[in-house]
């Protein structure tokens, strides 16, 4: 290729000098230490030599092979993929948060200290808690810590209480948790409507029950709307109860845990306040508490002393520390915008159009996907697939060929989901799809569902547009 001649600006530049100056102040910057002998490459590395445009044109055709909410609807059932607010990311890169080094005194980090003490009491207040510790990393960390807590507690009190019980709808992470925090873990059967069988609850809940763990709406979809009463029947018992906040998009702003007599929460910031969710990278599971166990939250976390924030340590009781340093910052520092963005107007009116949103492409699916159980749902809905002449599986593989990702799927083979659901799928569409993209994906969803009355082949090959297609197993 032939040289193309230097832009104007840049023969300026030399013409002024600038540009050598620049060269001429590096040549006088003192030399690094030579590194080691040992240390020193003996051979090429073998990396190929490619251009520039090489380089970016192949990472981003890498980019666009998986798909994310930037490139389609994600309408995913339970673990919510939100929209990532750009701005978040801008927040995430001020030098002062972004050069920040983990091994800093934490004395020099007065603006991290801040911005968590700030975050923390926002979540208080979304969750109606007293107390919150940022550094669980994920969901399920955050799980772990508080059943940490709550085990903790007990051991305080001498009180032994071998048995955390979960409903048959919870996410697998529960029973996880449970068991990695040293319980025995004990299966709640769901009644017809879904809702959890109160009943065999009240049965269950003997004197070595130390919580009961619930997600509140139900990975459903479905608001447990006799949440009250579990609440005084396993308080009755002196056991606590658990919130799985994955589902706490749905309910922000209008009702909270804790009114609702929940005593720990952790909080998906992926899921409910517009954090990336990581690909595997760094996440962040806050945990919130009522007053009487805020002692035995891990540390450290942020307080407030003569009005300046600050780091506290000095927790005998703590469970410790469950995160190296301080918790992920660029990860909450995303999750504190998006709350300072919103206010608190702002998140009830995401959980009022994540609902409406639900409800809308509950409806407008119905004769093609019947929801499983018929009733409003909240923000997300569970779908049959009764009337497939394929099944859930191979309709949601066939959207991947237009262009939107498959939504959870629950039933035979899938994930553990209750009673005898065949073929269903779970699907949220969140609070940030327009109407328009909403309707675009009803009518990708009519034309897969014509595809499987006429063509239940191609239905059964897909997906067939992608880089990788079926793994075909032989009988
Ligand atoms: C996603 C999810 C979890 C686990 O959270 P992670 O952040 O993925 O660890 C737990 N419970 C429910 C209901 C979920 O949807």
Known sequence: MAATSPSPMITDLHRAGAASDVFAGAARLAAPPAIPAFARRRMTTGLPEVSEVDVVRHFTRLSQESHGVDNGPYPLGSCTMKYNPKRNDALAALPGFAHAHPMQDADTLGGVWEMYERLQAMICEVTGMDACCLAPAAGAHGELAGLLVIRAHFAKLDDRRPIVLVPDSAHGTNPASASMAGFDCRIVPSDLKGRVDIVALREMLTPDVAAFMLTNPSTLGLFEDQIVEIADAVHANGSLLYYDGANLNALMGIVRPGDMGFDVVHVNVHKTFSTPHGGGGPGAGPVAVKASLAAYLP?????????????????????????????????????????????????????????????????????????????????????????????????????????????????????????????????????????????????????????????????????????????????
């Open 299 to 475: 540390s450290p976390v942020a307080i407030r002393r003569n009005g300046v924030a600050q780091r506290d340590d000095d927790r005998p009781l703590s469970i410790g520390r469950m995160k190296s340093f301080h918790g992920h910052v660029a990860v909450l520092l995303r999750a504190y915008g998006y709350l300072r963005t919103m206010g608190a107007a702002g998140l009830r009116q995401a959980s009022e159009n994540a609902v409406l949103n639900a409800n809308y492409l509950q409806h407008q699916l119905a004769p093609m996907l019947p929801p499983v159980y018929d009733q409003f749902c909240k923000h997300e809905t569970l779908l049959s697939g009764e009337k497939l002449n394929t099944s859930a599986r191979q309709f949601a593989k066939r959207l991947i060929d237009y262009g939107i990702h498959p939504p959870t799927l629950v039933g035979a083979g899938c994930v553990y989901f209750p009673g005898d659901l065949k073929s269903a799928m779970l699907i949220e569409p969140t609070e940030t799809e327009t109407k328009a993209s909403l309707d675009y994906q009803v009518e990708i969803f009519q034309r897969v569902f014509n595809e499987d009355t006429n063509d239940q082949a191609l239905v059964e090959s897909a997906p067939v547009s992608r880089k990788t297609a079926r793994i075909v197993l032989d009988n």
